[in-house]
């Protein structure tokens, strides 16, 4: 009977003594933000070729090509511009039945915009269009980690296409074949140029 006595004192004192020492704490969270980023790097800063003179077409195509590192999801607009007379700027994209179509400016003896508008319509006349010329653009294929294929916007004349964080690369190629009904000896000799550009912001 003593040792019943004594056993439930025992039980009645531990229950007691872990009681007074309940779990005692305390939680901090450590956070940190990582932002949204993105860098786009043209992998050649100007692209050089040779025109036939006597056709007007490139002697080699043109190979466009972008590096895009990013850590989100995010929607890329590739644009051209091309220069006219006075320095207007104008969409160097256009699109022409099923194909999309890249106009050359001459560099120093600058086109009009109304040559320049004279391509983009569709029915261009060489004598119209002097120190203009335009080529098809072939594909603008990507590679790396994108989720749409790029698709012409003929309103904004610009492709568009989203890619998912990672390293996607965007390469544009230009045919050698020449838009006939933009190139003619009117067409000055000299360097002609139109810029590529590969942005996070639509126009």
């Not at 039980?11 to 932002?35: D, K, S, V, Y």
């Not at 003179?53 to 929607?75: C, H, K, R, V, Y």
């Not at 040559?115 to 990507?142: F, H, K, M, Q």
């Amino acid at each position: 009977m003593k040792k019943t006595h004594l056993l439930t004192a025992l039980l009645m004192f531990c229950m007691a003594a872990g009681a007074a020492h309940a779990e005692n704490f305390a939680r901090q969270t450590i956070q940190a933000t990582l932002p949204a980023y993105v860098d786009i790097k043209a992998e050649e800063g100007t692209l050089q070729k040779n025109i036939d003179p006597q056709t007007g077409n490139l002697l080699e195509a043109f190979n466009s090509e972008f590096t895009i590192s990013s850590n989100d999801n995010l929607d890329l607009y590739l644009k051209a511009e091309t220069i006219a007379d006075g320095g207007v700027v104008m969409p160097g994209f256009f699109q022409k039945g099923e194909n999309v179509y890249l106009i050359l400016g001459h560099k120093t003896m600058r086109p009009s915009s109304v040559a320049i508008e004279d391509i983009r319509s569709g029915s261009a006349i060489p004598i119209n269009n002097p120190n203009a010329i335009a080529y098809p653009v072939t594909g603008v294929n990507l590679s790396g980690k994108f989720n749409t294929l790029p698709t012409f916007d003929t309103a904004k004349n610009q492709y568009q296409f989203n890619i998912d964080q990672g390293v996607t690369t965007a390469k544009t190629t230009i045919s050698p074949n020449v838009d006939s009904t933009t190139y003619s000896f009117d067409d000055r000799a000299g360097v002609y140029e139109a810029f590529i550009i590969l942005t996070d912001t639509t126009t």
